[in-house]
């Protein structure tokens, strides 16, 4: 699509400092990550993000490569106050992107248009690189135009690559139907899915002629496994993925196939038979499953009416309560993981994630939310956020809800489960059920499940359900102590900020109070000078009274009259060099006697001489 003109710079000239737009030493690096001085010293997998990560950009600066091209410089935080890199772009990337972005979602976005004559310009490149943060900006206020693999990919090229996992996950799907020819596969759907350690395939097994649905097509989800992450011993994996396929309960979804295969790379294949409406989120937004996950999710949606909305919740919570009472959590729910099978049912999904360690899509919500301190609370936690998005008919995009408005339907369980003062509190799962929005639900017939597993297997599942808690529970102390750091620093620097202030405030003092004192001697002296007069005219009166009282003797002849010696003036208080001289130049000139001077004669010559 043809992009309109840029928006004007939401910001001064001078932003990203011009004495860095042309920098000769800056090196030429399209797509790829430098990292920043902190990071630096950092081992190479200290910087992995998982897929539930939020990557947040900010175009910062812009300097011109040693080929002579310009690059603009992203700053990318992983996660909210998570650790930050560098990635720097040409203006022709972010072109493609916005190319990649609508064929992948269908959405355009804002890109300034090229400029042939000026391109290099400082106040023009200032004016592009704030349209091309807005550009990035809007994509990060989307709730699912952010989980898109493209934009991952741009700003974190070296850990997300568009379609290298779909390939290894079709060669390593192929490689194993190979030992089982009764499987054959019908169709890959890459982009069905936003995570990038996942993919998707439509499969057929002909062994299942005689079965019913099994005979049909089926939807197999392939999960590279990483070691370090994974819950559960590896020699109990394989195990343990066939004990989760063979859950047999009215709500949750079950397997026909689940195992490990692999050696160097191992990934679980699960199979499980497709649902015709495919996931709840494929519901709200009237999207065909089929379909690519930014392109069905990023239109309007409409939210469930609420009778369907007490029967889906019903029918959820009793699939976590059967998963809760066989000492099995979910960990990972969402309307993605919940699948329609008709009208009046869904069922749960996806119950392996959490012993395979896949992090939640709400992972960044929990961490902040540090009261979701239990894998019980975790599933109550995400079924808040599922039964808000099927009230609203869109994500919540916060962790938590202020305040529930008192007219909102299901705000009173809403209020249970999502706010900071309900999560203190927050109810057990028998008590969610007995609230009068899910108790008056008839559900009807309801068979009792089955989930069968050896004692291996059942000690396997609980260590790996205190391996998920004691994850959560780092998780969410690294983010605490993170956080905490932040707002210390914050918080020495508005103390710095306050010294710096007050520091001022006393030499502006100190100033006055030299200026005050100044003006102050000079007061002090001109009064004192002025009295020294009255003194001094007082002094004859007194030396005539004291002679009057002597006898009389007689008159010596009148000798000429000395100048009056000065009056001795008071010493001024101040110690300023400049008060002290003008304060006796002043006292010399008030205590000034115009009778005391001498009287001078003068011989006339100017006559002529005769």
Not at 253 to 274: P, Y
Not at 528 to 540: D, L, Q, R
């Amino acid at each position: 699509p043809s992009p309109p003109s840029p928006p004007s710079p939401p910001f001064t000239l001078g932003r990203f400092g011009h004495d860095l737009c042309f920098s000769s030493q800056s090196s030429n690096i399209q797509g790829t990550i430098v990292m920043s001085s902190q990071l630096a010293a950092l081992p190479d997998d200290a910087l992995a993000v998982d897929d539930s990560t939020h990557l947040y950009p900010t175009v910062t600066n812009f300097k011109k490569a040693k080929e002579g091209h310009v690059v603009y410089v992203i700053n990318v935080m992983c996660g909210h106050l998570g650790d930050e890199v560098t990635v720097e772009h040409r203006y022709t990337d972010f072109v493609s992107l916005a190319s990649d972005m609508y064929t992948e979602c269908g959405i355009s976005l804002t890109v300034p248009p090229k400029k042939m004559f000026g391109n290099t310009d400082p106040v023009f490149l200032e004016s592009r690189a704030a349209a091309l943060d807005e550009m990035l900006q809007a994509i990060t206020r989307h709730p699912v135009l952010r989980q898109s693999l493209n934009f991952k990919s741009f700003l974190l090229p070296d850990q997300f690559q568009v379609g290298a996992m779909g390939k290894r996950a079709n060669t390593a799907v192929a490689m194993y139907f190979r030992s089982e020819p009764s499987w054959s596969i019908e169709e890959f759907l890459p982009a069905c899915g936003w995570r990038n350690q996942k993919a998707f395939a439509i499969v057929r097994n002909s062994g299942y002629v005689a079965q019913g649905n099994l005979s049909g097509p089926q939807m197999l989800t392939w999960t590279r496994v990483l070691k370090d992450k994974c819950h559960v011993p590896p020699e109990l994996l394989n195990s343990t993925l066939k004990y989760i396929a063979g859950i047999s309960h009215p709500f949750i979804a079950s397997a026909s196939l689940g195992c490990l295969h692999g050696t160097d790379e191992v990934c679980a294949l699960v199979v499980r038979s497709i649902a015709p409406k495919g996931s709840l989120r494929d519901m709200l937004y009237k999207a065909k499953f089929k379909s690519a996950y930014c392109r069905k999710y990023a239109n309007k949606v409409k939210p469930l009416n609420p009778p369907t909305i007490q029967l889906f919740g019903r029918q959820i919570l009793e699939g976590l309560k059967f998963l809760h009472d066989k000492g099995l959590y979910h960990g990972n729910l969402h309307a993605g993981n919940v699948l329609v099978i008709s009208d009046g049912l869904v069922q749960i999904s996806e119950v392996e994630n959490g012993i395979l360690g896949i992090p939640s899509l709400l992972q960044p919500s929990i961490n902040e939310v540090k009261r979701v301190s239990s894998l019980e609370r975790l599933d109550l936690f995400s079924f808040g956020h599922l039964l808000y998005e099927m009230i609203q008919g869109r994500p919540l995009t916060l962790p938590t809800m202020e305040v529930v408005p008192s007219s909102m339907f299901g705000g009173s369980v809403l209020d249970q489960l999502l706010t900071p003062s309900g999560i203190k509190t927050m109810p057990t799962l028998p008590q969610l059920l007995a609230e009068p929005l899910f108790q008056d639900v008839q559900l009807g017939l309801v068979e009792r499940g089955s989930f069968k597993m050896s004692a291996r297997v059942k000690e396997a599942l609980l260590g790996a359900q205190e391996k998920m808690r004691t994850a959560m529970r780092i998780k969410q102390a690294a983010y605490d102590r993170k956080r905490k750091a932040i707002e210390k620093s914050a918080d020495e620097r508005r103390r710095q900020a306050e010294r710096e202030r007050e520091k001022s405030r006393l030499v502006k003092r100190s100033g006055s109070k030299q200026s005050s004192a100044t003006l102050g001697g000079i007061s002090v002296s001109s009064t004192h000078s002025h009295a020294a007069p009255v003194s001094k005219s007082a002094a004859p009166s007194s030396t005539a009274t004291s002679q009057a009282a002597q006898p009389s003797t007689p008159a010596a002849p009148a000798a000429p009259q000395a100048p009056p010696a000065p009056a001795p003036q008071a010493a001024p208080a101040q110690s300023s060099d400049s008060g002290e001289g003008r304060g006796a130049l002043l006292g010399s000139i008030s205590s000034f006697s115009k009778g005391a001077l001498k009287k001078a004669t003068t011989n006339d010559r100017s006559a002529p001489q005769v």
